[in-house]
């Protein structure tokens, strides 16, 4: 993976981040072929790396975080910055379900991100095999951002 490409706007993608994909990647190599997340969450000073177990009931095909997570991780005072999540044998691209679940109609039907400002890393693994897209959810659609 080359040199993260920072874009303007509230999205930003630093090192720190980029600094977890090999761990992200080897956490998602351990669950395969089942799906997998993780949840890259900084503060002050520190950013660190928290996996989320799946707590789906089709782990094959379907992510579902628990929802816990994300308390634990605020009352440690971290902020949520990058959601990252494995696509077994399939590509970087966003899924049907991604975007269903990372975009909502407001009461002005508008679509807006769920998470605004938090980055979304997909990474498709094919056995051993892991190349990542990150992506901004920005104004309903996504930004895709070069790693
Ligand atoms: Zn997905």
Request: net charge negative; aromatic share 12%.
């Amino acid at each position: 993976m080359g040199r993260p490409k920072i874009i303007s706007g509230e999205i930003r993608l630093n090192e720190q981040m980029t600094s977890f994909f090999p761990a992200v990647a080897d956490y998602f190599r351990d669950v395969y072929p089942a799906e997998a997340c993780c949840i890259i969450a900084g503060r002050e000073g520190e950013t660190r790396l928290f996996k989320a177990p799946n707590i789906s009931k089709n782990p094959t095909y379907f992510f579902e975080m628990d929802p816990r997570l994300f308390i634990e991780i605020e009352d440690l005072g971290f902020q949520v910055q990058m959601l990252a999540h494995s696509h077994p044998d399939g590509d970087c691209a966003p899924s049907r379900s991604d975007i269903e679940g990372w975009f909502f109609t407001d009461l002005n039907q508008k679509s807006r991100p769920i998470f605004p400002g938090v980055l979304f890393a997909i990474m498709s693994v094919h056995g051993v095999d892991v190349s990542a897209a990150v992506y901004g959810a920005d104004a309903g659609h996504f930004v895709e951002i070069n790693v």
